[in-house]
Nanobody
Framework: QVQLVESGGGSVQAGGSLRLSCVVF????????MGWYRQAPGKQRELVAD???????NYADSVKGRFTISRDNAKNTVYLQMDSLKPEDTAVYYC?????????WGQGTQVTVSS
């Protein structure tokens, strides 16, 4: 069984910051690539950022320079530090991790940025 528990979402004014966390609960096997996706109303889910086991990070162009993804393997946790937030960052943010050959999703956490 694998369970992903996200936290850290909320409401913030433009220019503010939030930090998302995603803890992975699993019995065995190492966690591979970890990432964050988001889905705004009426839009498709899109990649925000992901990070490999050797800490190589990849970002969507829209968040480069504002968001930072990191992971703590000892805590089975991936983080997303979001700074200089914009109203267009408003979405449900989902954690996604790869364990062996399977991808797992979190339940999502709402981020709302007001102007």
């Amino acid at each position: 069984q694998v369970q992903l528990v996200e936290s850290g979402g909320g409401s913030v004014q433009a220019g503010g910051s939030l930090r998302l966390s995603c803890v992975v609960f699993r019995r065995t096997a190492s966690i591979g690539t970890m990432g964050w996706y988001r889905q705004a109303p009426g839009k498709q889910r899109e990649l925000v950022a992901d990070i490999t086991t050797d800490n190589s990070a990849n970002y969507a162009d829209s968040v480069k320079g504002r968001f930072t993804i990191s992971r703590d393997n000892a805590k089975n946790t991936v983080y997303l530090q979001m700074d200089s937030l914009k109203p267009e960052d408003t979405a449900v943010y989902y954690c996604k991790v790869k364990i062996i050959l399977t991808w797992y999703w979190g339940q999502g956490t709402q981020v709302t940025v007001s102007s």
